[in-house]
């Protein structure tokens, strides 16, 4: 080696001493024949219980194949990210390997800890979302309905809710909502509807017009965000009479109903229930219902969901689906919908079925 040479590669090793990053040179028969000043440092402190730097296996696959390699390892209780690359003559064979130790326990412990945060949300929206399906109506027959449902989150939390409340001995309120979105804001949304419907004053909820309104004010009251709101079609049943009053708070699901075979739609219309625009009135509307009458309430979800073509569902579809179809509506319809929709789905689905009894 002749003087340059010599004066090159003490300036080259002066220059690696500079570096934080820990730097280890082999030659062809994978033997050490340097280490940076950061390296030696840092084996001298974990003399013993190194765990990762004796390792020269991904070294000797490099030199045999003139790869360049990326690895993970610790040194003590630091975590390294290591890159192996090859060193090659003017000629292009490999002389030997150098490679870098990066630490990266900082982004390690920052990786594990957001893993954790991450399960930790995971499990709290899981209990969550037990809460939210234990506060949902029982199936089954009750004294007026036979009622049943299907209730299928877009995520671990769903916006979509609906309830039945009996009001008194004639009067029964039945909703469904459709609060913007599906994560923890959406489900708080869908509690906020749920208890400030079961803990109406009966003189107000039997009337849809007032009991729309008063829920409009409270939501008012909470000064929620702008991004927040949704939909509602509620309806109060009275069993003396057999009427079915109903409003629509901005819902354009309209309920369908089935009378021998015929289904109508339920139209109505008003604003949505939100911070920006403020409803003064919701009016009401009306239909008397007979005995094996059949009521179908959804969300959007399953009207607006799509298959392989990009086509939507569409209200035609479900309705004429629902005049088809006979003594197991739900489990019709969740087929239909199964066999329809390409992809997996990006909003909650809900259906709510009803039959007067």
């Given at each position: 080696m002749n003087?340059?040479?010599?004066?090159?590669?003490?300036?080259?090793?002066?220059?690696?001493?500079t570096m934080t990053d820990l730097i280890r040179v082999v030659d062809k028969d994978n033997r050490v024949v340097y280490y940076?000043?950061?390296?030696?440092?840092?084996?001298?402190?974990?003399?013993?219980?190194?765990?990762?730097?004796?390792?020269?296996?991904?070294?000797?696959?490099?030199?045999?194949?003139?790869?360049?390699?990326?690895?993970?390892?610790?040194?003590?209780?630091?975590?390294?990210?290591?890159?192996?690359?090859?060193?090659?003559?003017?000629?292009?064979?490999?002389?030997?390997?150098?490679?870098?130790?990066?630490?990266?326990s900082l982004e390690k412990r920052l990786q594990v800890e957001l893993i954790e945060k991450n399960r930790a949300l995971i499990e709290e929206q899981i209990s969550a979302s037990s809460v939210q399906r234990a506060l949902l109506p029982k199936r089954g027959y009750d004294r007026v309905f036979f009622r049943d449902y299907f209730y299928r989150p877009a995520e671990i939390l769903s916006g979509d809710f609906f309830d039945i409340i009996e009001i008194d001995e004639d009067r029964t309120a039945i909703y469904m909502a459709d609060a913007v979105g599906h994560g923890f804001a959406?489900?708080?949304?869908?509690?906020?509807?749920?208890?400030?419907?079961?803990?109406?004053?009966?003189?107000?909820?039997?009337?849809?017009?007032?009991?729309?309104?008063?829920?409009?004010?409270?939501?008012?009251?909470?000064?929620?965000?702008?991004?927040?709101?949704?939909?509602?079609?509620?309806?109060?049943?009275?069993?003396?009479?057999?009427?079915?009053?109903?409003?629509?708070?901005?819902?354009?699901?309209?309920?369908?109903?089935?009378r021998q075979g015929y289904v109508r739609l339920l139209i109505n219309s008003g604003f949505p229930v939100s911070q920006l625009v403020e409803a003064t009135f919701y009016e009401c509307r009306s239909v008397y219902l007979q005995k094996g009458d059949e009521l179908l309430f959804y969300t959007d979800g399953i009207t607006e969901c799509r298959s392989r073509g990009r086509k939507q569902y569409g209200v035609d579809a479900l309705r004429d689906l629902f005049s088809k179809i006979g003594d197991e509506p739900l489990a019709e319809i969740h087929r239909a919908l199964s066999e329809f929709i390409y992809e997996d789905i990006v909003d909650d689905m809900t259906c709510l079925y009803m039959k007067l009894i």
């Open positions: 003087e340059r040479e010599i004066l090159s590669n003490k300036i080259e090793a002066k220059l690696l001493d940076n000043h950061a390296m030696k440092q840092v084996l001298e402190r974990n003399e013993g219980q190194a765990t990762g730097h004796d390792d020269f296996r991904m070294t000797a696959r490099c030199l045999g194949s003139g790869e360049n390699i990326q690895r993970e390892t610790y040194i003590g209780e630091t975590y390294y990210s290591v890159k192996t690359n090859p060193i090659r003559s003017e000629e292009g064979e490999i002389v030997g390997a150098i490679e870098v130790f990066r630490d990266k959406s489900s708080m949304a869908t509690l906020f509807i749920s208890q400030t419907m079961r803990n109406m004053d009966p003189e107000i909820l039997m009337d849809p017009t007032v009991a729309m309104m008063e829920l409009v004010h409270r939501f008012r009251e909470l000064n929620p965000p702008d991004t927040m709101y949704f939909t509602m079609f509620l309806g109060v049943y009275s069993k003396k009479t057999r009427k079915f009053t109903y409003a629509n708070a901005g819902h354009d699901c309209p309920p369908l109903l089935k």
